[in-house]
């Protein structure tokens, strides 16, 4: 049997860790099967779908390499098939008008609900023998059996059992004439011969009726693997509206797909306690038995490191191909500052993304003319630390080896001669080289910057918080 699995987003916003996740399962099983992985853009809701998301959601998956072998498909280019379908239903009478309309419909809901029990459909029109003229508003609906149960068993979850008499008659075509998602999604998965269905849990009650409707049709069931919520570090599940959780977000973070798929594969699967994963240990690995029932939590951190992890293991000249075009996209010219190769070398071991690297070099490439931050200045220093700096600035002067260990080793002996701590020593060097309260480690940053630009920074900042203290 040739395994066909789907990845079905709705167009209505940008694709989530939760959404990635579904299509990263889905087209992992198919990989690992050599079957066939399709993409199917559910734009039936006219008014919350926009061409916009569906163009994202293709080029989100385009970045992180997860291609697909069939489609995109577009709900909204088969609504006349669905419908002929529908009057085939209508015609077979395995589903029938109804002519409630809204008003009646909310009626007998709150009646139910008065009444304690579901607020389910009553099946006022599903015996009507007659069709009202064609002017009367209405609604198709799915006859769905009235006793029975249906189950089936799920891939993550095991037996679920649903009994037919807790379903409603499930509208299957709106007022305004297009088919509702339940209906198309059978259908589509019906026509494309999908074997596997991977989805989020909150699909599940969906499901039994899906199922109904397949029946219906005489179709072959696929599997389901219905996969548990990723919720946020509140507890909340992951939504469209969260821009925290956006995967297009990331790709202007600077993070790789590497990372993030290795993250998002072992949000809710694991392999023991292998933590790296690259794409084809994933094919070769994946399995629905490893995957959990519980909800995961999206974690920022852990996604850092791993990031931090695929930054590392990068090689240099792929790195320095990345910050060379964003140097270039800055109009930067890398080359009046220190070897790139070097840099790298030095400072990724200490970032998390490629950006945070250009960031916290890029000082070695600007104009030397840094404005002094006053308000810096004023919150962290004060008289010592003129002290402190005409100290150290003696002591750089002095150092007849200019290389980050002896650096540094002058910095922690002037420590410990004046009795301080490091931090003040550091933090009034990063406000003066930097402009900064925050840097990688500074006797790295002192040594790339060379002696002579250091000091004569060094010389200028004393001057000027000379001004503001004394
Ligand atoms: N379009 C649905 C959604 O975005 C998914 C449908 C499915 O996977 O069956 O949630
Ligand atoms: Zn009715």
């Not at 059992?161 to 379903?167: C, G, H, M, Q, R």
């Not at 993250?263 to 694991?270: A, D, E």
């Amino acid at each position: 049997m040739l395994v066909k699995t789907r990845f079905a987003p709705s167009p209505t916003g940008e694709l989530h860790f939760g959404n990635i996740r579904t299509a990263l399962y889905s087209w992992l099983y198919a990989r690992k099967n050599n079957g066939v992985f399709l993409l199917r853009i559910e734009d039936t809701d006219l008014i919350r779908s926009k061409s916009i998301f569906s163009k994202k959601i293709m080029k989100t998956l385009k970045w992180l390499k997860l291609d697909w072998d069939e489609g995109p498909y577009f709900q909204s280019q088969r609504i006349n098939h669905y419908k002929n379908i529908i009057l085939e239903m209508l015609k077979k009478k395995i589903a029938y008008k109804c002519y409630c309309g809204h008003e009646k419909l909310n009626l007998i809901k709150k009646n139910k609900i008065l009444k304690g029990e579901k607020p389910r459909y009553d099946g006022t029109c599903r015996n009507l023998n007659k069709d009202f003229n064609s002017l009367n508003k209405y609604v198709v609906r799915f006859k769905n059996p009235s006793y029975g149960k249906v189950s089936f068993v799920d891939l993550v979850r095991g037996k679920i059992v649903f009994n037919n008499n807790e379903l409603d008659d499930l509208i299957i075509q709106r007022e305004n004439g297009i088919p509702t998602y339940n209906f198309c999604v059978v259908i589509d998965d019906m026509e494309s011969k999908i074997t596997h269905i991977i989805r989020g849990e909150d699909h599940i009650n969906n499901t039994p009726r899906q199922i109904n409707i397949l029946n219906s049709l005489g179709s072959k069931l696929p599997s389901y693997a219905h996969l548990s919520m990723i919720v946020d570090s509140h507890r909340k599940t992951l939504s469209k509206r969260n821009n925290s959780v956006n995967v297009l977000e990331y790709k202007k973070l600077g993070f790789f797909p590497e990372s993030i798929l290795n993250y998002i594969v072992r949000l809710g699967w694991s392999h023991k306690n292998k933590e790296i994963f690259n794409i084809s240990e994933m094919i070769k690995l994946f399995n629905f038995n490893s995957i959990t029932k519980s909800p995961s939590i999206f974690d920022k951190k852990k996604l850092l490191r791993l990031n931090k992890y695929y930054l590392n293991i990068n090689s240099l000249k792929k790195n320095k191909k990345i910050l060379i075009s964003l140097f270039k996209k800055n109009n930067i010219d890398f080359k009046k500052g220190p070897e790139l190769k070097k840099i790298i070398k030095t400072f990724s071991p200490h970032c998390s993304t490629i950006f945070e690297l250009f960031n916290s070099i890029l000082f070695f490439f600007k104009n030397n003319k840094i404005k002094f931050n006053k308000k810096y200045v004023k919150t962290y220093l004060n008289k010592k630390s003129i002290y402190i700096l005409k100290k150290l600035y003696i002591i750089l002067i002095n150092l007849k080896t200019w290389n980050s260990k002896d650096i540094l080793k002058s910095i922690k002996n002037l420590s410990i001669s004046l009795c301080i701590k490091l931090r003040e020593i550091i933090l009034p060097v990063r406000i003066a080289l930097l402009g900064t309260i925050h840097s990688l480690s500074i006797n790295k940053i002192l040594f790339f910057m060379g002696k002579k630009k250091s000091l004569l920074k060094l010389k200028k900042f004393l001057k000027y918080i000379i001004k503001i203290f004394i």
